[in-house]
Protein backbone atom coordinates (compact mmCIF):
# COMPACT_ATOMS: atom_id res chain seq x y z
CA UNK A 1 0.00 0.00 0.00
CA UNK A 2 2.97 2.62 1.07
CA UNK A 3 5.08 1.51 -2.16
CA UNK A 4 1.95 2.39 -4.38
CA UNK A 5 1.25 5.14 -2.51
CA UNK A 6 4.52 6.47 -3.43
CA UNK A 7 4.23 5.63 -6.89
CA UNK A 8 1.06 7.09 -7.78
CA UNK A 9 2.36 10.74 -6.27
CA UNK A 10 1.31 13.02 -8.82
CA UNK A 11 3.88 15.78 -8.65
CA UNK A 12 3.61 19.23 -9.78
CA UNK A 13 6.00 19.96 -12.51
CA UNK A 14 9.26 21.82 -11.56
CA UNK A 15 9.86 24.87 -11.21
CA UNK A 16 12.75 26.52 -12.95
CA UNK A 17 12.14 30.11 -12.23
CA UNK A 18 15.91 31.98 -11.08
CA UNK A 19 14.44 32.30 -7.60
CA UNK A 20 13.78 29.05 -6.66
CA UNK A 21 17.34 28.87 -7.24
CA UNK A 22 19.17 27.54 -4.24
CA UNK A 23 22.55 29.01 -4.32
CA UNK A 24 25.36 27.74 -2.63
CA UNK A 25 29.32 26.81 -2.64
CA UNK A 26 28.93 24.18 -5.12
CA UNK A 27 26.74 25.84 -7.74
CA UNK A 28 27.78 29.42 -7.54
CA UNK A 29 30.15 29.65 -10.09
CA UNK A 30 28.21 28.01 -12.39
CA UNK A 31 25.47 30.50 -11.46
CA UNK A 32 28.12 33.46 -12.16
CA UNK A 33 28.35 32.13 -15.93
CA UNK A 34 24.91 32.11 -16.46
CA UNK A 35 23.87 35.76 -15.61
CA UNK A 36 26.90 36.81 -17.32
CA UNK A 37 25.62 36.24 -20.10
CA UNK A 38 25.84 37.56 -22.66
CA UNK A 39 29.55 38.63 -22.16
CA UNK A 40 30.89 35.49 -22.69
CA UNK A 41 34.56 35.01 -24.16
CA UNK A 42 33.05 32.30 -27.03
CA UNK A 43 29.50 31.78 -28.14
CA UNK A 44 29.40 28.32 -26.25
CA UNK A 45 29.45 27.55 -22.59
CA UNK A 46 29.81 23.94 -21.43
CA UNK A 47 27.75 23.64 -18.07
CA UNK A 48 28.85 19.75 -16.46
CA UNK A 49 27.66 18.04 -13.23
CA UNK A 50 26.40 14.79 -12.26
CA UNK A 51 22.71 14.09 -12.26
CA UNK A 52 20.50 16.34 -9.81
CA UNK A 53 23.54 18.77 -9.50
CA UNK A 54 21.15 21.45 -10.71
CA UNK A 55 22.02 21.49 -14.49
CA UNK A 56 18.83 21.40 -15.73
CA UNK A 57 17.51 24.43 -13.86
CA UNK A 58 20.34 26.27 -14.62
CA UNK A 59 20.02 25.98 -18.11
CA UNK A 60 15.91 27.04 -18.07
CA UNK A 61 17.42 29.93 -16.39
CA UNK A 62 19.74 31.00 -19.03
CA UNK A 63 17.34 29.72 -21.56
CA UNK A 64 14.63 32.59 -19.66
CA UNK A 65 16.93 35.20 -19.67
CA UNK A 66 18.35 34.49 -23.65
CA UNK A 67 14.96 33.65 -24.65
CA UNK A 68 16.51 30.11 -25.82
CA UNK A 69 15.17 27.10 -27.70
CA UNK A 70 15.78 23.64 -25.64
CA UNK A 71 16.51 20.53 -26.91
CA UNK A 72 18.45 17.39 -26.58
CA UNK A 73 21.43 16.30 -28.35
CA UNK A 74 19.93 13.88 -29.97
CA UNK A 75 17.46 16.16 -31.36
CA UNK A 76 20.09 16.55 -33.75
CA UNK A 77 20.53 13.47 -35.58
CA UNK A 78 19.31 12.92 -39.11
CA UNK A 79 19.63 17.26 -39.15
CA UNK A 80 20.93 18.63 -42.63
CA UNK A 81 23.07 21.39 -43.33
CA UNK A 82 19.40 23.35 -44.36
CA UNK A 83 17.71 22.34 -40.79
CA UNK A 84 20.96 23.29 -39.21
CA UNK A 85 20.62 26.68 -41.22
CA UNK A 86 17.12 27.19 -40.50
CA UNK A 87 17.56 25.99 -36.87
CA UNK A 88 19.92 29.01 -36.73
CA UNK A 89 18.37 31.50 -38.06
CA UNK A 90 15.57 30.96 -36.15
CA UNK A 91 16.84 30.79 -32.52
CA UNK A 92 20.35 32.34 -31.80
CA UNK A 93 20.41 30.95 -28.30
CA UNK A 94 19.89 26.76 -28.17
CA UNK A 95 20.37 24.92 -24.76
CA UNK A 96 21.40 21.04 -25.68
CA UNK A 97 21.07 18.88 -22.91
CA UNK A 98 22.90 15.69 -22.87
CA UNK A 99 24.97 17.34 -25.45
CA UNK A 100 27.25 14.78 -25.88
CA UNK A 101 24.40 12.65 -27.48
CA UNK A 102 24.82 14.79 -30.51
CA UNK A 103 26.01 13.74 -33.75
CA UNK A 104 29.16 15.54 -33.83
CA UNK A 105 29.02 16.38 -37.96
CA UNK A 106 25.67 18.32 -36.62
CA UNK A 107 26.78 19.64 -33.64
CA UNK A 108 30.10 20.96 -35.45
CA UNK A 109 28.05 22.62 -38.30
CA UNK A 110 25.73 23.83 -35.60
CA UNK A 111 28.45 25.88 -33.50
CA UNK A 112 29.39 27.12 -36.75
CA UNK A 113 26.41 28.62 -37.91
CA UNK A 114 25.51 30.19 -34.43
CA UNK A 115 28.78 31.89 -33.99
CA UNK A 116 28.71 33.19 -37.68
CA UNK A 117 25.23 34.74 -36.19
CA UNK A 118 26.54 36.11 -32.84
CA UNK A 119 24.72 33.58 -31.22
CA UNK A 120 25.41 31.56 -28.19
CA UNK A 121 24.59 27.62 -27.53
CA UNK A 122 24.68 26.27 -23.70
CA UNK A 123 26.06 22.66 -24.11
CA UNK A 124 24.64 20.43 -20.40
CA UNK A 125 26.16 17.40 -19.97
CA UNK A 126 27.90 14.75 -17.21
CA UNK A 127 31.85 15.56 -18.43
CA UNK A 128 33.15 18.95 -20.16
CA UNK A 129 33.93 18.32 -23.83
CA UNK A 130 37.37 17.60 -23.06
CA UNK A 131 36.42 14.09 -21.44
CA UNK A 132 34.34 13.65 -24.08
CA UNK A 133 35.42 11.14 -27.23
CA UNK A 134 34.92 13.01 -29.82
CA UNK A 135 36.58 11.74 -33.22
CA UNK A 136 35.88 15.12 -35.26
CA UNK A 137 39.19 17.04 -34.57
CA UNK A 138 37.28 20.69 -35.62
CA UNK A 139 34.83 19.85 -33.14
CA UNK A 140 37.25 18.84 -30.56
CA UNK A 141 38.77 22.10 -30.71
CA UNK A 142 36.11 24.10 -30.43
CA UNK A 143 34.51 22.71 -27.63
CA UNK A 144 37.78 22.30 -25.75
CA UNK A 145 38.47 26.29 -26.67
CA UNK A 146 35.10 26.87 -24.62
CA UNK A 147 34.96 27.43 -21.38
CA UNK A 148 33.31 24.97 -19.26
CA UNK A 149 32.22 25.12 -15.80
CA UNK A 150 30.88 22.81 -13.18
CA UNK A 151 28.51 22.18 -10.86
CA UNK A 152 29.04 19.88 -7.39
CA UNK A 153 26.14 17.28 -6.26
CA UNK A 154 24.28 19.33 -3.27
CA UNK A 155 26.17 19.48 0.14
CA UNK A 156 24.51 19.18 3.44
CA UNK A 157 23.82 22.91 3.75
CA UNK A 158 22.33 23.12 -0.39
CA UNK A 159 20.04 19.95 -0.18
CA UNK A 160 18.83 21.03 3.50
CA UNK A 161 17.87 23.99 2.28
CA UNK A 162 16.35 22.15 -0.81
CA UNK A 163 14.42 20.46 1.62
CA UNK A 164 13.15 23.27 3.69
CA UNK A 165 11.89 25.36 0.90
CA UNK A 166 10.27 22.12 -0.42
CA UNK A 167 8.41 22.20 2.73
CA UNK A 168 7.90 26.17 3.17
CA UNK A 169 6.09 25.78 -0.22
CA UNK A 170 3.55 23.25 1.12
CA UNK A 171 3.04 25.24 4.15
CA UNK A 172 4.47 22.29 6.17
CA UNK A 173 6.06 21.88 9.08
CA UNK A 174 8.77 19.10 10.31
CA UNK A 175 9.73 17.63 13.67
CA UNK A 176 12.87 18.21 15.00
CA UNK A 177 15.66 16.38 13.66
CA UNK A 178 13.16 15.47 10.58
CA UNK A 179 15.48 17.58 7.68
CA UNK A 180 19.11 16.24 9.13
CA UNK A 181 17.76 12.89 8.73
CA UNK A 182 16.66 13.33 5.27
CA UNK A 183 20.39 14.93 4.75
CA UNK A 184 22.12 12.19 5.90
CA UNK A 185 19.80 9.31 4.57
CA UNK A 186 18.17 10.32 1.08
CA UNK A 187 19.91 10.78 -2.42
CA UNK A 188 21.66 14.05 -3.38
CA UNK A 189 19.42 15.79 -5.50
CA UNK A 190 16.92 18.39 -5.59
CA UNK A 191 14.56 16.41 -7.32
CA UNK A 192 15.02 13.53 -4.64
CA UNK A 193 14.03 16.08 -2.27
CA UNK A 194 10.80 17.05 -4.20
CA UNK A 195 10.01 13.30 -4.66
CA UNK A 196 10.47 12.85 -0.61
CA UNK A 197 9.03 15.74 0.54
CA UNK A 198 5.73 15.39 -1.47
CA UNK A 199 5.76 11.95 0.16
CA UNK A 200 5.83 13.02 3.27
CA UNK A 201 3.11 15.63 3.02
CA UNK A 202 0.72 12.58 1.08
CA UNK A 203 1.44 10.03 3.81
CA UNK A 204 0.92 12.50 7.11
CA UNK A 205 -2.42 13.61 4.89
CA UNK A 206 -3.40 10.23 4.50
CA UNK A 207 -2.12 8.53 7.71
CA UNK A 208 -2.92 11.53 9.91
CA UNK A 209 0.81 11.49 11.40
CA UNK A 210 3.18 14.43 12.38
CA UNK A 211 5.62 14.75 10.04
CA UNK A 212 8.71 13.04 12.26
CA UNK A 213 11.71 11.43 11.94
CA UNK A 214 9.51 7.83 11.93
CA UNK A 215 7.05 9.36 9.47
CA UNK A 216 10.71 10.03 7.56
CA UNK A 217 12.56 7.07 8.27
CA UNK A 218 9.08 5.13 6.27
CA UNK A 219 9.68 7.51 3.36
CA UNK A 220 12.69 6.48 2.65
CA UNK A 221 12.24 3.00 3.36
CA UNK A 222 9.42 3.02 0.73
CA UNK A 223 11.46 4.63 -1.84
CA UNK A 224 13.94 2.27 -0.87
CA UNK A 225 11.48 -0.64 -1.57
CA UNK A 226 10.09 1.03 -5.13
CA UNK A 227 13.46 1.16 -6.47
Not at 163 to 181: P, T
Not at 213 to 223: G, M, N, P, Y
Request: with cysteine.
Amino acid sequence: MANQLILDLALPPPTYAREDFVVAEGNREALAWIERWPDWPAPALSLNGPSGCGKTHLGRIWAARSHAVVMDGSDLDGKSVADLTDLAAASPAIVIEHAERAPERGLFHLYNLIRERGGFLLLVSPEPPARWSIALPDLASRLRAAPSVSVSPPDDELLGSIILKQLADRQLHAGAGVVQYLVSHMERSAEAARHVVAALDRRALTERREIDRRLAADVLADFAGAA
